[in-house]
C-alpha cells in the first residue's frame, strides 16, 4: 500500500512538473524576459522529470544525470535572479558562480552511465545555491521596500518555496548517508520518494503561481514588477 501510494505521488509530482513546463510553453511570450527564464527552468524540469520516468520504466539507473539537471537548474535560477535583483555586483559573480558549479558538477560525474553514484556534496553546493538566491530576494524587499503587499507579490511566494524546497533537500541529502547505512528500505522509500516530491510539488506550484499570476508584457529594462 506504501509502494503504491508513493508511486502515485511521484506521478503527479511528474503530472504537476508537465503541466508547468506547458504553461510556461504556452504563456512564454507574453511573460518579461525575468520570467521567461522561470518558464524555461518550468520546461527543463518537466523534461527531466519525464526523462527520469522513461529511464526508471526500463530499470535503468539515472543517478549518472543529477549533475546535469543540477547545472541546468542552478544556471536557469541564477540567470532569473540575475534580472530579478538588477544588482551589478551580483551580476559580476554570475560569471564566477556559474563557471565554479559547472566545473565541480563535471568533477562529480561519473564516468559510466551504469555507475550507481549519488552525488551528495553536489546537491547540498546547489541547495545552499538555491537558498542563497532566494535570500538575496528576501534582502532585497527589505532594503528597497516597494512592495505594498508580499501577500500579492507572486515572486516572493517562488522565493519562499525555492528556500523550503533548499532546506528540505540539504536536511536530507546530509542524512542520506545515515538513511542508506541504518534505516529500514520503507523508511529510505518514504524520504526519497515522498518527501522529495512533497518539496518538488510545492516548487512546481510555486512555478505555476508565479507563470498565472503576473502574465505581463515585456518592459523596458526586463526587470519583474511586483
Not at 24 to 31: D, E, I, P, Q, T
Amino acid at each position: 500500500m506504501l509502494t503504491a501510494f508513493l508511486e502515485r505521488l511521484i506521478l503527479f509530482n511528474v503530472g504537476l512538473a508537465m503541466a508547468a513546463g506547458l504553461f510556461g510553453l504556452v504563456r512564454y511570450r507574453r511573460l518579461a524576459p525575468s520570467l521567461r527564464w522561470l518558464a524555461l527552468l518550468a520546461g527543463f524540469d518537466a523534461f527531466m522529470e519525464l526523462v527520469y520516468k522513461l529511464l526508471s520504466a526500463l530499470k535503468v539507473h539515472n543517478l549518472f544525470l543529477n549533475p546535469f539537471v543540477s547545472v541546468g537548474e542552478i544556471v536557469l535560477l541564477t540567470l532569473l535572479y540575475r534580472q530579478v535583483l538588477q544588482s551589478a555586483t551580483f551580476n559580476r559573480i554570475v560569471p564566477w558562480l556559474l563557471g565554479l558549479f559547472s566545473l565541480y558538477a563535471l568533477l562529480q560525474t561519473p564516468l559510466k552511465l551504469d555507475v550507481v553514484h549519488l552525488a551528495v556534496s553536489l546537491e547540498i553546493v546547489a541547495n545552499l545555491i538555491q537558498l542563497g538566491l532566494a535570500g538575496l530576494y528576501f534582502q532585497k524587499l527589505l532594503n528597497e521596500l516597494r512592495v505594498e503587499s508580499l501577500l500579492r507579490d507572486p515572486f516572493f511566494w517562488f522565493s519562499v518555496a525555492l528556500a523550503t524546497y533548499g532546506l528540505g533537500n540539504v536536511l536530507i541529502s546530509l542524512f542520506s548517508n545515515y538513511l542508506f547505512t541504518h534505516c529500514t528500505e520503507q523508511l529510505q522509500k518514504i524520504v526519497f520518494w515522498g518527501i522529495r516530491s512533497v518539496f518538488n510539488i510545492q516548487l512546481y506550484f510555486a512555478y505555476i503561481l508565479v507563470l498565472w499570476a503576473r502574465p505581463v508584457p515585456a518592459d523596458a529594462d526586463g526587470a519583474y514588477s511586483a
